[in-house]
């Protein structure tokens, strides 16, 4: 482990160390360590704290001009699009995911920082219609210190959301990105300098959750938590957050639906790969994995058949490969859980359809995975975040929509259908706070992204992510009320 090299917080500017403890980075296709990070303790936290508000306080960004807010971020925007081989490295060996998914996805990045940016520069206050000779403006102003908390799953892509409308509304902001996949986000402290962000103004914070995350969600100075994780880290966050009134935002698991129709029967293809896309991509680990395929009676046999043929051929190996279709899921305790997952589905009566096991190969893999079950089992029911997928034959369109919404989950979920009108009535009635027709996965920084129930409090992207990282004042300026009160000649020509 000494000699492996070792990336220190990110903290006023420069690459810091927080203390003498480390922790491994390990790479989930190798199984090797690649580099150490910061364990950063309670004490370094709060000094993190301390200072960030001080650089809030100072203005050097909080109150600079939103034109040059604009042009950091767009900037910072540039330099990630000319950088991208290098983030795309690092991504690929954080998180085993395959080269030809990082590249796509990262490409993409830039464009938030883009988008948060202009909204910065367009961003307009308002003038109620107050009654009186008075004109009353509401304006936004940025909040403080932000606390964001990330995850594994997509580094950098949600690490950048957050930052991107933070910064924008000219907020300090510190990261604390999951430390299983935290070396894309610590680069990104580099790279805002460079773009000519304030030092302090954007800190980067390595350590465990139950530690330093907890730590830094502990500390009574934040303006506002913004966690993409699991719901037990929410429920761990959440109560200390309330007591010390910090509002959350919170993007949690799903159970995604992808409800296929017989209308795609005409175009099956279509539909298999529609279903493969949703399920597998990322070895099933996003929020929105397609991880219950409802799947219609009157084309059921045609469709599985096929997808079956589709999924024994997807080609799993080494994530650098630019062939590679399948990459690792993040860690053994991703491969044990799936496998616990497979293992309760049989019992339960599931059919396992193609894989369900480990992968051969060194590294954590598990084989793209279809079990046949019902609606109430667990497989059907709990975020397995892995290649594990349900299919359910369902008998009617009331039946799939019944189905879609049954779970505590509704985060995504997917319509296919030729049927114009059916694709309107459908996803008018599922309850998700993302629902797409003929399409899943779609994302784009102007578009709000966030689930109800379970999966969620709040949003990302758009201008809902802008407004949540502002607080609206309200200024009230008189030009033409005399103050009358405790006046008695006032009052008496008032009253009399
Ligand atoms: P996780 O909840 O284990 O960790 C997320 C982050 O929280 C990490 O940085 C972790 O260190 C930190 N953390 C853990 N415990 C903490 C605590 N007590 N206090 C403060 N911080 C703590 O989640 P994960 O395994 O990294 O990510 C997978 C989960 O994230 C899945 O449930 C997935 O659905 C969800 N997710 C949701 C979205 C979305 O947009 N809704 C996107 C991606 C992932």
């Given at each position: 482990m000494t000699d492996l090299p070792h990336v220190a917080n990110w903290v006023d500017g420069a690459y810091t160390r927080a203390s003498p403890a480390s922790i491994a980075v390990v790479n989930p296709a190798t199984e090797l360590p690649v580099a150490t990070i910061d364990a950063t303790p309670r004490d370094v936290v709060d000094a993190i704290v301390t200072r960030s508000q001080q650089q809030f306080a100072s203005g050097a960004w909080s109150h600079a001009e939103a034109s040059d807010r604009f042009a950091v971020l767009v900037k910072a925007a540039a330099l990630l699009r000319s950088n991208l081989a290098e983030f795309v490295e690092l991504e690929v060996r954080q998180t085993?995911?395959?080269?030809?998914?990082?590249?796509?996805?990262?490409?993409?990045?830039?464009?938030?920082?883009?988008?948060f940016a202009g909204l910065a520069r367009v961003h307009e206050g308002a003038v109620t219609p107050f009654k009186g000779p008075v004109v009353n403006t509401l304006t936004?102003?940025?909040?403080?210190?932000?606390?964001?908390?990330?995850?594994?799953?997509?580094?950098?892509?949600?690490?950048?959301?957050?930052?991107?409308?933070?910064?924008?509304?000219?907020?300090?902001?510190?990261?604390?990105?999951?430390?299983?996949?935290?070396?894309?986000?610590?680069?990104?402290?580099?790279?805002?300098?460079t773009a000519g962000l304030p030092d302090g103004t954007l800190q980067i914070i390595c350590g465990y959750g139950r530690d330093t995350g907890k730590f830094l969600c502990e500390n009574a100075h934040l303006a506002r938590i913004d966690l993409t994780g699991g719901l037990a880290t929410y429920r761990a966050i959440a109560p200390v957050a309330a007591y010390n009134?910090?509002?959350?935002?919170?993007?949690?698991?799903?159970?995604?639906?992808?409800?296929?129709?017989?209308?795609?029967?005409?175009?099956?293809?279509?539909?298999?790969?529609?279903?493969?896309?949703?399920?597998?991509?990322a070895s099933g680990q996003t929020c929105v994995t397609g991880s219950r395929l409802l799947v219609h009676a009157d084309i059921y046999d045609e469709f599985v058949a096929l997808l079956l043929l589709r999924t024994k051929a997807l080609r799993v190996g080494d994530p650098t490969d630019p062939e590679t279709q399948i990459g690792a899921v993040i860690n053994q305790a991703s491969v044990e859980r799936c496998s616990?997952?497979?293992?309760?589905?049989?019992?339960d009566g599931g059919k396992i359809l193609c894989g369900g096991k480990p992968s051969e190969r060194k590294g954590f893999f598990f084989e793209p995975t279809l079990i046949e079950t019902h609606s109430k089992s667990d497989l059907s029911c709990n975020e397995v975040f892995g290649p594990v997928i349900a299919i359910l034959k369902c008998t009617s369109e009331e039946d799939i929509i019944a189905v879609a919404n049954g779970t505590d989950f509704a985060l995504g979920a997917s319509v296919w259908t030729r049927d114009f009108t059916q694709a309107h009535r459908v996803a008018e009635k599922i309850d998700a706070g993302v629902v797409w027709v003929n399409g899943h996965h779609l994302n784009d920084p102007s578009s709000p992204w966030g689930g109800f129930r379970q999966s969620g409090i709040g949003k990302e992207n758009g201008?809902?992510?802008?407004?949540?990282?502002?607080?609206?004042?309200?200024?009230?300026?008189?030009?033409?009320?005399?103050?009358?009160?405790?006046?008695?000649?006032?009052?008496?020509?008032r009253y009399g």
């Open positions: 085993g995911r395959p080269v030809r998914e990082m590249q796509t996805q990262l490409a993409r990045v830039p464009e938030w920082l883009e988008y936004r102003l940025p909040i403080g210190v932000v606390a964001q908390i990330t995850p594994w799953n997509h580094p950098l892509l949600i690490a950048t959301k957050k930052i991107g409308a933070a910064l924008a509304a000219g907020n300090t902001v510190i990261v604390k990105p999951s430390e299983l996949a935290p070396l894309s986000v610590l680069k990104l402290g580099e790279l805002f300098q009134m910090i509002p959350m935002t919170a993007e949690l698991g799903g159970k995604a639906p992808v409800c296929i129709f017989p209308s795609m029967g005409s175009d099956m293809e279509q539909a298999v790969k529609a279903a493969l896309f949703a399920s597998f991509i616990a997952f497979v293992s309760r589905a049989v019992e201008r809902e992510a802008y407004e949540s990282y502002t607080k609206v004042k309200s200024t009230v300026l008189n030009y033409g009320v005399s103050p009358a009160w405790f006046d008695d000649k006032a009052e008496n020509a």
